[in-house]
């Protein structure tokens, strides 16, 4: 997290983003997400509008999407507010990116549980094919991030690759699933342990057993 | 007015205080960074734990924690040490040992607070935080590893100012407190931010590496940089001002001052007059003090004399060139340097009447005429309040970017004689309303039509409890000498053009700066002051006299209010105190104006004008009625150049860079380091 900065300001910069606006399907959104406040409280919808450009602007350059500065202020307009207020808000949640990102943007979780679970082996993995951290891959379409817990613990290890979760890793099934999402394809999303759907218990119960059935007052047994 | 019970002892608090202030009126003294009277509450600091009861078992956050009825509260009992100690040890984790190379030392909080709650000793061996410098203009230098991110300079600059431009930008331990692209903060009250920070994070820029505060003497003095009079402490070291810092009173200027009265300072030291000077041949030379009064004796001006005053001077010199030329049979004085000639036979009808604490509770502000942000950044401070308090604002004259929402009615003063309907109607329905005239509305006559006005909306005032004795009308002056001027009959009934039309032989020039002396081209032009500005060029004698930091004098600021300042420092080499060059000035003149003495000065001062004696608020009673006028013209506003408004300031350094880059958009590379 400790490298996450703005992107420098420059005249090329401004001369790329200087014009940028919401195209009118996100315009719709941002409106409603403005509706939903009372009368100059439009302020409130900061998050959503950063979302929504980033998201626009993911969809025009083909990644995950960032905020350059001037999309930053054109918000601040929007909403008529300072544009420190905005930054301030696109700098503190990591869900914003300050810098363009690849295609795929793999964001993985190196908190306690996971790294119990083995989220070096994912780190690792994901340096192998040739990802940095915090950089664009060559071909463009990886962008690799370390980041704290993503509530995944109870199958973890766990990446985030842009809107979906891959849960219950090994480096065998993370890599078949970028190489899925390499091939264009849309790999199965949440946990990757075969037989498992979400997050139910792996094998038969070892707690709370008397439950299965029926409720069960175990209060008495305490 | 709930009861409880600090460290055992029942004290009784008003309602809505917190438990940190219940803690302060049981005179317990609680640290704390992040909590600033004056700011909103943020709790971020978590320096100010106590212990409560009733409550959960831990220490809690007394900033941020409402005082209640029956609490029973602890500041020294051994969680609350330890607490401290915890919270000391956080705080420090990543603040760099850099004590002796850091400008807050000495009068740092956290310097201090860590000697008073800390452990004494650090178990941290890991890496410490770094944080590269942001650059935040000429006046704030900004190291920002010390940072403990309190966030005072952010709610500051949002709250007070009004301008939002400091943000703590990333999260946790990366947080980052900076200007937005590192843009340099650019109102004119940036720099109480340096006050503000508890830790050596943001110091001053001019003053950097400069004294160390137990090195300076202070001496409490009042501003001069404007008409409010902001309450300052001079710091000064052997025979120079070094810096100028705010003292509080709630009354002028809370604790807050303008980045032009807290930064002229190092224009103290430049472009003095340091030996009289006389003109022969066109040109200036050097002379002595015998040579310059031989030279204005041989004038003999006999009653042909007059006397115009600067914008800076203190009652006291005033006072002296007015018995000067009252014993030599005139009264040809003027202080309004720019050609004003409003009426002054009623004071109160120039005075700033609401004080500057009631203009915060006024609901319905006219303001015609007057650039507040740059006239009285000071006031512009107090116009946020009300405004936020849900004032009605509107402003007759040209555009300038306020820092609360306010509208604009049109450029032409004209307005000001039939004012809409709309600000008519706020301003009769509002129980405190007030009408503001300023500097550019006095030029175009707006005084009559705006007194008409307000006395027509005071006659409607219904009169509850709530605005008893109020009075709303007020005159917004930009110069620190001219209630004062007033006060003493600087008045001519034309203004400045009588002077000029009555052709003296000789003219007093008592630090006059702004005056036209084409005007004045068949007189003898002596100029009693301190800079070598734009009176010492026209001057044909120059006599160097103290500035405000060098003479004990008394100011009356817009409001009325009679202030003392002290003298901090002597003026540089011949140069004398003012009203002693006025003394001799008498004698080369071979006349007596009847004191001998400072204290003999003074008492034939208050002898004469019996106000100016009483510190406070002076009284000039009820505000005339039956006026009636119209102005006409449109409203072009005094100050063209906020940093540059007294020859003080424009002979610092550090307002012409302010100048250049914070309203000329220069650019200044930075010294490699």
Known sequence: MADRHLEPDSPELRARWGGWAFNPAWEAKAKAAIARYPAGRQRSAVMALLDYAQRQIGEETQTQGWLPIPVIEYVAQYLDMPVIRVVEVATFYMMYNLVPVGRYHVQVCGTTPCMLRGSDDIMAACKARGMHLGHVSDDGLWTLTEVECMGNCASAPMVQINDDNYEDLTPERLNAVLDALARGETPKTGTQEPGRHTVEPVGALSTLTAMVGENHDYRGEW | ?673
């Open chain 2, 1 to 673: 007015m709930p009861k409880l019970k600090v460290d055992g002892v029942e004290i009784e608090v008003p309602a809505g205080a917190t438990v940190l202030q219940a803690c302060e009126l049981a005179g317990k003294e609680i640290p704390r960074f992040c909590y600033h009277e004056r700011l909103s509450i943020a709790g971020n600091c978590r320096m100010c734990l106590v212990e409560v009861k009733p409550g959960p078992p831990k220490p809690q956050a007394s900033c941020a924690l409402p005082a209640s009825e029956g609490q029973e509260i602890r500041t020294d009992s051994e969680m609350v040490k330890k607490a401290r100690e915890g919270v000391m040890e956080f705080l420090l984790i990543n603040h760099p040992l850099d004590c002796p190379i850091c400008d807050q030392g000495g009068e740092c909080d956290l310097q201090d607070q860590s000697v008073a709650y800390g452990r004494g000793a650090s178990r941290y061996h890991e890496n410490k935080r770094a944080v590269t410098e942001k650059y935040m203009g000429p006046l704030i230098k900004t190291v920002m590893t010390r940072c403990i991110h309190c966030t005072r300079c952010v709610r500051f600059s949002e709250e007070i100012a009004g301008v939002d431009e400091i943000g703590a930008l990333y999260r946790g331990e990366d947080t980052q407190i900076t200007t937005y692209l590192e843009h340099a903060a650019s109102h004119e009250l940036s720099a109480n931010v340096i006050d503000l920070c508890p830790v050596g994070a943001l110091t001053s820029r001019p003053y950097a590496f400069e004294a160390r505060p137990w090195e300076l003497k202070k001496t409490l003095g009042i501003d001069v940089s404007d008409a409010v009079g902001a309450n300052i402490r001079i710091d000064s070291r052997g025979r120079e001002v070094l810096r100028i810092l705010p003292r509080v009173n709630d009354d002028v200027n809370e604790e807050w001052l303008s980045d032009k009265a807290r930064y002229q300072v190092d224009g103290l030291t430049r472009r003095r007059l340091d030996r009289p000077w006389l003109r022969k041949n066109g040109k200036l030379v050097a002379a002595t003090w015998d040579e310059a009064f031989a030279a204005i004796a041989k004038v003999k001006p006999a009653a042909s004399i007059a006397a115009v005053a600067g914008d800076m001077v203190d009652c006291e010199t005033l006072f002296a060139a007015k018995a000067l030329l009252g014993a030599l049979g005139s009264n040809l004085l003027e202080g309004r340097q720019t050609g004003l000639k409003y009426a002054t036979d009623n004071l109160a009808a120039v005075n700033f009447n609401s004080t500057f604490a009631g203009i915060e509770t006024a609901d319905a502000i006219l303001i015609v005429g007057s650039h507040v942000r740059w006239e009285a950044p000071l006031v512009n401070a107090r116009l946020r309040k009300a405004a936020k308090r849900g004032a009605k604002v509107f402003i007759i004259g040209p555009a300038w970017e306020t820092t609360f929402p306010a509208t604009f009615l049109g450029e032409d003063v004209g307005i000001i004689n039939a004012v809409p309907d709309e600000v008519r109607a706020a301003l009769l329905a509002a129980k405190r309303p007030a009408v503001i005239v300023g500097g550019g509305g006095l030029a175009k006559g707006a005084l009559e039509p705006a007194l008409a006005l307000y006395s027509e909306v005071h006659s409607a005032l219904v009169i509850t409890d709530e605005n008893e004795g109020w009075n709303g009308f007020n005159v917004l002056h930009m110069a620190a000498s001219r209630m004062g001027g007033l006060m003493l009959g600087y008045a001519q009934g034309g203004g400045i053009a009588d002077l000029g039309a009555a052709k003296p032989k000789l003219l007093l020039s008592l630090g006059a700066d702004e005056v036209d002396y084409a005007a004045f081209a068949d007189s003898i032009i002596v100029y009693v002051g301190h800079h070598g500005d734009k009176g010492a060029h026209a001057a044909d004698v120059i006599l160097p006299g103290s500035a405000y930091t060098e003479k004990a004098g008394t100011y009356v600021n817009t409001e009325g209010r009679v202030q003392f300042a002290e003298k901090a420092v002597f003026a540089p080499g011949d140069a004398r105190e003012d009203w002693t060059i006025l003394r001799a000035l008498a004698d080369a003149l071979k006349v007596s104006v009847g004191f001998d003495s400072f204290e003999g000065l003074r008492a034939a001062m208050i002898a004469a004008v019996p106000a100016l004696g009483i510190e406070g608020l002076a009284d000039y009673g009820a505000l005339p009625t039956g006026v009636s006028g119209t102005a006409a013209g449109v409203i072009a506003y005094p100050i063209k150049d906020f940093y540059l408004t007294n020859p003080i300031a424009r002979a610092s350094e550090t307002m012409q860079r302010c100048s250049a880059e914070l309203l000329h958009c220069e650019t200044f590379a930075e010294a490699a380091e």
